[in-house]
């Protein structure tokens, strides 16, 4: 016995699916410059990432990541002085 009703209203629940865009995939993604305070080099890192980092963190404490390239202490760059 099937249910030709649910089928009929979980196909108008999917109706958000033909909407433009509706998982966000062309939404920009905003970058966040961090510098290595070891190596001086940069990264990019998505200010979403930073975001999930931030969740424990206090007010006005920095979130620090690891430098890809030599495993030493990443900060935003805006916050470290330049050479």
């Known amino acids: 016995m ?8 979980s196909a108008e ?9 509706p998982f966000g995939l062309n939404e920009e993604i905003k970058m966040v410059i961090f510098k290595c305070i070891d190596c001086n ?14 969740v424990d963190k206090k007010e006005g404490e ?8 030599c ?6 760059a805006r916050n470290i002085p330049s050479d």
Do not use: A, Q
């Open 41 to 54: 080099k940069t990264d990019e890192v998505p200010e979403y990432i930073i975001g999930e980092f931030s």
């Open 62 to 69: 920095e979130v620090e990541l690891h430098c890809p390239y």
């Open 13 to 21: 629940n999917l109706g958000w699916l033909n909407e433009d865009d």
């Open 71 to 76: 495993n030493g202490t990443m900060l935003e």
């Open 2 to 9: 099937s249910n030709k009703k649910g089928r009929d209203n």
